[in-house]
């Protein structure tokens, strides 16, 4: 006999939605990998949708339709992985290692560790990398000089997390808009209304600290060792940073991401083969299974050794079995009704909203250990039909996911990214404090709020300025 479906109550919505929350945070914080916990956050979706009459065929057609609308994500992501291989193999990245250091000076040292983190996470797509990279190299130079070692930590922090939020390349760039269902290019466009205020002021307060700081004299033996190691294993030329200029182009022309991802695989990979002599078949091993280099110099190789598809792996896992939770969660109709019956009756305008978001984003990720792909989700999760009901565009929700979900990650104390940092950098957590660019966007999100500056109704129409639309609600 074929069960009755029942709409949640308001209670049984909170419930069992706190009781997912409870989960993922348990098993994370318990040293449980993202992906099983989020798998078994999964089951226990499917759980409550059974329980609410929900019949399996309806539950498996959701999770179909869901997977089916993410591949082009998942696609990008891949691409992602080959891209980062390639570059490492064609001299991409050593070349922008190499001529970022030369450009180093005691006096510049601050604003330029979070503009070169920022340029090199925003090419590469990884935080961790660039901390990796140009982040220990401007550690390693720091340490001889009179800066403090935690501003200058700050300043490489702000400038890869940077990247992580903003480069087409990053995995939560790509989460973020995967899930929230917006245009990659779309969620990059929206973000620079926080992002760029954002960053020209944390330059100008970082090259404020660093100048206080004096800077002293400079010990440049190890930029050199590194410089020196770079130039005996690539084909150094300036011309190598092209590829990393496409990526940004593809951004400003707007291209299909796939569509642009796939021109840049091409053209980094003829780069790769023309000026450093990499067969085609090696280089298609670089794709998949990522760059791998013996210098002698055990600084470097952990810098170089990197990307693939295969490093992509883990991120495709908690991808589409984060999909598929969300799925199961949307067939119980308990975030509807969390928004009708809960949040709509607290969140009455746009400023409460977009605030409301950014603390709850914070919330999940401290509480999930810095875990700012679970922060993402959940949040999202939560939150988008509230946005769609009150007429804001989802990128603006996008943003709002890495303006406080991205960023927050390596300011919880005890979350992965901050022990990574200290582990990377040999620092301690007083670093925190220097963060200063993570702390401002999310009072640039809140200004944009206020203003309508930043902010599209439904039809992607501007709320600001002198013809500004009006939200256009989702009947």
Known sequence: MKREKKKPTTAFALGSFLL???VLVVL??????TTVSIFIGAVVAVGIALALGISWDEIESTIKQVIADSTPTFLIVIMVG?????????????????????LISPSILVPLAFILSSITSIFTGTSFGSVATMGLAMVGIAMTTDLSIPL?????????????KMSPLSDTTNMASGVSKVPLYDHIGSMMYTTLPAAAVAIVLFAIAGFASGGGSMDASQSQLIMTTLENNFNMSIILIVPAILVLLVSVFKMPAILGMGLTVIVSAGFAMLFQGVGFVELMN???????????????????????????????????VASVMGA???????????????????????VIL?????????????LAAGGQIVSIIVTEQTFEETYDRMGIHRKVLSRTLEDAGTLSAPIVPWGVATIYVMSVL????????????????????????VTGIGIWNTKGEKMWGKNKAEASPIE
Request: charged share 10%; net charge neutral; with cysteine.
């Open 152 to 164: 200058v930590v700050g300043a490489v922090v702000s400038g890869a997390w940077l990247g992580d």
């Open 20 to 22: 997912i929350i409870a």
């Open 286 to 320: 670089y794709a998949f299974n990522g760059f791998s280099i013996e210098t002698g110099v055990s600084i470097v190789d952990p810098m170089l050794n990197r990307g693939g598809v295969t490093s992509m792996m883990e991120l495709l896992g908690i991808f589409m």
């Open 354 to 366: 977009v605030f409301t978001s950014l603390v709850y984003c914070y919330i999940v990720n401290f």
């Open 426 to 449: 040999s620092v301690d957590a007083s670093y925190i404090p220097y963060c200063w660019f993570i702390f401002l966007v999310p009072v640039f999100s809140i200004l944009c709020a």
């Open 328 to 350: 199961v969660i949307t067939s119980t109709g308990i975030l509807d009704v969390i928004a009708k019956n809960v949040l709509l009756r607290f969140i009455k305008n746009r």
């Open 82 to 102: 080959m891209l980062v291989g390639i570059w490492m193999a064609g001299g991409t990245v050593p070349a922008l290692m190499y001529y970022g250091m030369k």
């Open 28 to 33: 994370i914080n318990l040293g449980v990998n």
